[in-house]
């Protein structure tokens, strides 16, 4: 009888970083998924706020570099492909 | 509970978006914990993947990274990948949900404490007659 299901553990975080898939920019969220691994918590931002106004400049400045304008539009019809 | 479909945060991170205020204020309001929520880690990975295609790879890191990090914000695992996946083919087979909708959905669903689902996608009228859904559009607050 022909095997129809396969069944093995899933590649893990320090597998991507080994065959270099996970890039060096990425190397925050390895950190997060350890600390999240060891600890079973994450220290969190309390200016969270701050953060996501400096991260919205930096995306804006980006977005002109680029000369593009994405919509949420965009991303909603990548998924429904 | 609300449970944040990952196309509410693209809308608050991209500052272009017609809906970047009103998502901005949901992102605000559960910041500010004003409004308990909950996103799938599968809903990270749509927010990492879309910035890193459209903007950049490190962007797309720091937004992650700044929701991994947000106080007031629950990320879903599900315990059982077969359960869980199984749940979605069979939601998708039913309500005609696209794959990834579903996997938000049975997210939602699976967790007892969430009663609504807060979105900008239109195909989660396919299953309000299941769970409140909500779908923002700029002036909706």
Same mark, same amino acid.
Not at chain 1, 50 to 72: C, F, H, W
Not at chain 2, 94 to 108: E, K, N, Q, R, Y
């Given at each position: 009888?022909?095997?129809?299901?396969?069944?093995?553990?899933?590649?893990?975080?320090?597998?991507?970083?080994?065959?270099?898939?996970?890039?060096?920019?990425?190397?925050?969220?390895?950190?997060?998924?350890?600390?999240?691994?060891?600890?079973?918590?994450?220290?969190?931002?309390?200016?969270?706020?701050?953060?996501?106004?400096?991260?919205?400049?930096?995306?804006?400045?980006?977005?002109?570099?680029?000369?593009?304008?994405?919509?949420?539009?965009?991303?909603?019809?990548?998924?429904?492909? | 509970?609300?449970?944040?479909?990952?196309?509410?945060?693209?809308?608050?991170? $991209?500052?272009?978006?017609?809906?970047?205020?009103?998502?901005?204020?949901?992102?605000?309001?559960?910041?500010?914990?004003?409004?308990?929520?909950?996103?799938?880690?599968?809903? $990270?990975?749509? !927010?990492?993947?879309?910035?890193?295609?459209? !903007?950049?790879?490190?962007?797309?890191?720091?937004?992650?990274?700044? $929701?991994?990090?947000?106080?007031?914000?629950?990320?879903?695992?599900?315990?059982?990948?077969?359960?869980?996946?199984?749940?979605?083919?069979?939601?998708?087979?039913?309500?005609?949900?696209?794959?990834?909708?579903?996997?938000?959905?049975?997210?939602?669903?699976? $967790?007892?404490?969430?009663?609504?689902?807060?979105?900008?996608?239109?195909?989660?009228?396919?299953?309000?007659?299941?769970?409140?859904?909500?779908?923002?559009?700029?002036?909706?607050?």
């Amino acid at each position: 009888m022909a095997q129809t299901v396969v069944r093995t553990q899933p590649i893990n975080l320090i597998g991507l970083w080994r065959l270099k898939i996970m890039v060096p920019e990425t190397k925050e969220l390895l950190d997060i998924m350890d600390e999240l691994g060891r600890t079973g918590t994450v220290e969190k931002d309390e200016r969270i706020l701050d953060t996501l106004d400096k991260l919205a400049n930096e995306t804006m400045r980006v977005l002109k570099e680029k000369g593009i304008s994405p919509t949420v539009e965009d991303f909603l019809k990548e998924r429904e492909r | 509970m609300k449970y944040i479909d990952s196309s509410i945060f693209i809308g608050a991170f $991209l500052p272009t978006d017609p809906n970047q205020q009103v998502c901005r204020k949901v992102v605000d309001d559960i910041i500010s914990g004003n409004l308990p929520a909950v996103i799938s880690i599968f809903g $990270l990975a749509e !927010i990492g993947g879309f910035f890193a295609r459209n !903007i950049s790879q490190k962007v797309a890191s720091k937004h992650v990274t700044a $929701l991994q990090r947000a106080g007031n914000l629950q990320i879903y695992y599900a315990d059982n990948f077969d359960s869980f996946m199984n749940s979605v083919l069979a939601v998708s087979v039913s309500t005609g949900l696209p794959g990834a909708d579903s996997i938000h959905f049975v997210s939602a669903i699976s $967790l007892p404490e969430v009663d609504e689902i807060i979105t900008l996608d239109h195909h989660f009228k396919r299953v309000s007659n299941q769970i409140r859904v909500t779908i923002l559009s700029e002036g909706s607050q």
